[in-house]
């Protein structure tokens, strides 16, 4: 190792103990994949070989993704080149390429770790990896199909480093800080100078790192957002499907959403009481939806006494409706 590279792999692991260290728990999978992929990168026999699973880490040609070569592959011989989806996200261009890669993978993982725990932390980087290359070789297909140049489509690239899982974790973690709107105001990010909504972040700085930086795989790092945008369209939908309860609460007035404890399904709710929310008289809505909405400067809500009165009240009405229908038959 060259004394350019030891200064900044010891400028690379300062940076990332600093960080680290602040934090009041250790974060076993950023650790993990932090050594993994600065092993990779500074380890082994110099720059010359390093094995895994018969495949040398060192050697770039033989383990970027190359959409022609995995769509070849699989269309002839219907083999998966797994290790051309999988490894290149431990595989850097240089020093600089990983300097970056792995600062960034720090702060996300700060973020996103503590959040989501460790084990859907984990599970969400490997999917990540598999869905943000798995789209790369897609699109990059696709386009190619559909006559788009070489150069645009990315059909004969050779693409490694961890940029479109970050990307993805970037997506992910914009739009989870994006949703708390509790100070009342709209989160926003710095990218190159600029401010704007987090919200769009990802995709402002997809554009402009494609501008400034002609080496960048565009279509690699739009393939991570894609895959952040696919794993929050999932698991929103897996948690509405999951969530077989409706938390309520009962008060005199009305059946409402509340915080509280207790589970209760649709056939658990009184009858009577729900027949009560339904149908009270039109010059009350306006104070049942003021009550619904937590307004005190509306109508003030029906107490029991009132809904008791309009029960007994319902109930003398309809005796004497079906007592004038008998006596028209």
Partial sequence: MSRQNRHLLMALLIQIYSQLSSQPKILPVTIVFLFLNIYVHFGGDGYSTMEFLGHNLKSIKDNCIRPDLIIRAFSYRSEVLLHR????????????????????????????????????????????????????VLIAWSLDALGVEEEVSGMYTCAVGFSAVLFSLKY?????????????????????????????????????????????SFIGHLSGI????????????????????????????FLGRSSSTSQVSSNDIPIQEDEDLLYCEEDNQDAYLSSRSGNSNGPTPLTSEELRQQRIKRFEDTKKTNRKTKIGI
């Fill in 172 to 216: 992910i973690l914009n739009q989870m800080t994006s949703s708390d709107t509790s100070n009342g105001s709209i989160p926003t990010s710095r990218v190159y100078g600029m401010e704007v909504s987090l919200k769009y972040a990802c995709w402002v700085e997809l554009v402009v790192i494609s501008l400034i930086t002609p080496n960048a």
């Fill in 226 to 253: 894609l895959a952040g945008m696919i794993y929050l369209k999932c698991t929103s939908y897996f948690n509405q499907v999951s969530n077989t309860g409706t938390r309520y609460t009962y008060t005199s007035a």
């Fill in 85 to 136: 989806i999988i490894l290149p996200a431990f595989i850097h261009v240089d020093d600089i390429h990983l300097y970056y890669n792995m600062l960034s993978f720090t702060w996300k993982g700060i973020q996103l770790e503590p959040r989501l725990g460790s084990e859907r932390f984990l599970l969400l980087i490997v999917y990540s990896i598999f869905s943000a290359h798995t789209l790369f």
